[in-house]
């Protein structure tokens, strides 16, 4: 700039300054901006994870009212299936009487043949 002419200095100067001060401006304006977009974010994230973690809580009770029902629903067909098992059982034991009834039957057709048999006899 030694070889710049005075006058053009002194034109260019003052404009000089006033653009260097006003890129000072707007560069403390950026950074502050940026300071309020980084605590906006801190803010959300903080948000975020406030409610993930709630959900997680609401999950794992779900899970565990499901799993109580799960138990719940299981020793209730277990007690249905015993249930079952005793009619099952008294079903075979009538199956099994039913031969010894059907002789019964039979004898007692017998016995009443016999019977008539003595009575004409009589």
Do not use: C, Q, Y
């Amino acid at each position: 700039m030694e070889k710049t002419p005075g006058w053009i200095e002194r034109m260019l100067l003052p404009k000089l300054n006033e653009i260097s001060g006003e890129i000072k401006a707007l560069e403390a304006k950026i950074e502050s901006v940026d300071n309020k977009v980084d605590v906006r974010i801190d803010s959300l994230r903080k948000e975020m994870l406030s409610k993930f973690e709630s959900v997680d809580v609401k999950l794992e009770s779900a899970e565990g009212k499901v799993e109580s029902l799960r138990n719940e629903m299981i020793s209730r067909f277990e007690a249905v299936d015993s249930k079952f098992e005793a009619v099952d059982s008294r079903f075979d034991s009538l199956e099994a009487k039913l031969p010894v009834m059907e002789k019964m039957a039979e004898f007692e057709v017998r016995l009443a043949e016999i019977e008539k048999k003595l009575s004409v006899h009589a």
